[in-house]
Each structure stands twice: as C-alpha cells, then as structure tokens.
C-alpha cells in the first residue's frame, strides 16, 4: 500500500497577505490586492498598468542581507514561503532524516528579473559588469536548489516548469514521491515574480492581459461575461508535505490529506486550451481515481479561473465533462479574482487557499461575478459562502496544453 501523504505547514506570500491567516483574513474579507502599479515600473507604450504586487514584503525578515541581495525576487519569496510553511509545521528538521526530505517547486519563467537586469547591465555596461552571480540566480530550480541549502535537505530536489501548472504539478509530484516510499516529507509549491516592462509587453501583445485600467480591482472577474483578460500578480505557496506516519509519529496537526493528483496533456495548441475541455477533464478524473473517489464525493472546487475568455468557458466545459450532474451541485471559486493570476506560483497559493476553506468550512468569493455568461454556467460562488467541505479539486491549466489536478480531504 502507498503512504498516504498529508498537508502539514503552509506559507503564503501573495498580494493580499503574507502569512496564512493573514490570507486567509484578507480572502474571507473579500480584498483585493489588484492596483496601477505605475509608482514602480515604467509601463511607458504599454496599455496594461495594473498587477497584482506584493507591497509589504521586506526580503530581510526571512533571508540575511549579503544572500537576499544575489537571489532573484522568485527565489526570495520561495525562500520567506518555505520557513513560513515549516514554522507551522512545527517542525524540527534536526530530528529528520535530511536525506529523506525533499524540495519540489514549481515556476513559470524564472529569475525574471536577474534576467533583465543583467541584460541592461551588459548593454549599457559591458560584459565584465554582468554578475557572476546571473546565472545560479536565473535558472528555474534555483528555487529548489536554495532552499535545500538553506534547510539542509538532502532528499530529491529539482523545479518544474509547466507554465500556469507549475505549482500544482510541483506538489503532486513530491506527494508521489512520499506515496512511494522515497521520502518522508517535502517542500512543495510554487513561485513567481515576473512584474516587469517586458513581460507586461509580452502578454499586452498576446491580448491576454486585462485593460481596465480605470477600475484595478474589478479587472480580474473570472467566469463573468465581461472579463477580458488575466491580471499579473506575485508570489510564492509552499506546503509542508509528510507521509502520514511521519507525521503521526512527530505528533503534527494535519491540515488534509492529499489523496489525488491528475495530470494530461492537450497536445493541441502552445496557448489556447481544448475547446471541449477533455484535457483539464482528464486531469480531474485521475485525481478523482487516484484518490478511489467518484464525482458524488466532491464539495468545492479552487478553479484554475484566469478571468480570459477562453479559460473559463473551457473550464467550465471540463468541469461538466469531469463530473457529469454533480457539476451543477457544488460550489467552485476562483481565488484569482482577488491576488491576480500567480504563473507558476498560482498553483500553490491555489492550494493554500482550497485547505484553508475546508479547515474554516467557508469557501472565499469569486469577485466580480456581476453579468452572466451563458457559456460559464456553474455555480461560481459571487458571495462568500459557509459550507462543510470533506473533499476539494484544485484546478491549474497552463500554455502548452499543461493540466493538473490536486484533490484534498478532511482526514476523518
């Protein structure tokens, strides 16, 4: 029999609170973190100029000065969001078998930023004023590597780069990894930090990014008939992942167990989903079968619900297609509506949230589900809502035909 893998520690740096409760608080509460970030970026020919920042965080409450200043913001998030994660855990690592403690994290792009600024630096200064400290700082599993360094965690270690289901693969990948015998316990999750010119230009071009400028925090509406695009947030989750008897045997407060994880392909196009959903479908079976549960047993699903047109009508299409009747029985909501759309951080932020409303039975709003869309159908949950949740999906769909599905239960 696999071990059964459970949820001990979460951390969460996002646009509305860094820490679990004061995410949660802020969830409930129905903020926004969306604003005009024009006070720290120049978005000059750009016809985007919202996001979703992370204001209040200071790198040195978490990393000592001469480290933080070579990491990537990514990885200084990751860094914040893993001795979060473990301090609720209430873990002490000293009394771990540090070669069976892992470190799985997910991102969409990378150091981002170490990129361009170092590419200004070799354009404007010369290849001698690059920084020696570029490319450890730039690669995606810096973020893994870091961490592992900085715990001593000895267990297999490597980033995941599956676009928008980077996280969620990430934490699906280290629970397969503890189910299997080969840890005991993992760091797993995602993080992103990608609020920069060129990436707004990027997306602006695409005509994937939302324009409403005029009103921030209304500018990410997943599911309503007038959304218009995704709205770019940052940040990092990061869940403290054991086997059962480690945990048991340690005396740990379990959050959930995580019973199920889907993953597939569209094999269709590298940006617009299936038009019919089987992929994301697809995702959201296995996770069902890989749990030894049916439709009947699901309560609320954390949609993917980007705010693009695409997205959430295809979404919506894969949730009816995944679980037939029962769709149009449960609640869904989407998170993005108040933190942005995380890349490759979305999936463990996601997840965070989906355990907290099960531990609080109370599911967070889709904001801004003002007009409905007769193509997005469900019932998307406009106000927050009280609700015993046992069981949960936690949907993350990327470019490239990426899907992936986490299912979480309320150990009984």
Known sequence: ?????????????????????????ALVAGKSG???????????????????PVDSFDPLEFIEPKKARRLDRSTQFALAATKLALHDAGIDLGTCDLERVGVVTGTGIGGMQTLTDNLTTLIEKGPRRVSPFFVPSMMPNAISGEISIEHGMRGPNFGVVSACASGT?????????IACGDLDCAIAGGAEAVLLPITYAGFARMGAISKRNDR??????????????????????????????????RGARIYAS???????????????????????????????????????????????????????????NAIK??????????????????????????????????ILSMTHGMIPATLNLETADPDCDLDYTPQTTQQNIEVALSNSFGFGGQNACLLFQIMK
Do not use: C
């Open 258 to 316: 995580l019973d199920g994880f889907g993953m597939s392909a569209d094999a269709s196009h590298i940006t617009a989903p299936v038009e019919t959903g089987t992929g994301a479908a697809q995702a959201m079976a296995m996770a069902l079968r890989y749990a030894g549960l049916g439709p009947e047993d699901v309560d609320y699903i954390n949609a993917h619900g980007t705010s693009t047109p695409p997205n959430d009508r295809v979404e919506t």
């Open 216 to 249: 921030p925090q209304a500018a990410s509406r997943p599911f309503d008939a007038d959304r218009d695009g995704f709205v770019m947030g940052e940040g990092a989750g990061l869940l403290m992942l054991e086997s059962y008897d480690h945990a048991m045997a």
């Open 34 to 52: 969306i604003r005009n970030v024009e006070d720290v970026l120049d978005l000059s020919g750009i016809d985007v100029k919202i996001g979703g």
């Open 321 to 354: 297609l995944a679980l037939g009747d029962r769709a149009r029985q449960i609640k869904i909501s989407s998170t993005k509506s108040q933190v942005g759309h995380l890349l490759g951080a979305a999936g463990g932020v996601e997840a965070i949230a989906t």
């Open 1 to 25: 029999m696999p071990n059964r893998v459970v949820v001990t520690g979460l951390g969460a740096i996002t646009p509305i609170g860094i820490g679990k409760d004061a995410f949660w608080e």
């Open 169 to 177: 693969h990430a934490i699906g990948l280290a629970a397969k990894l």
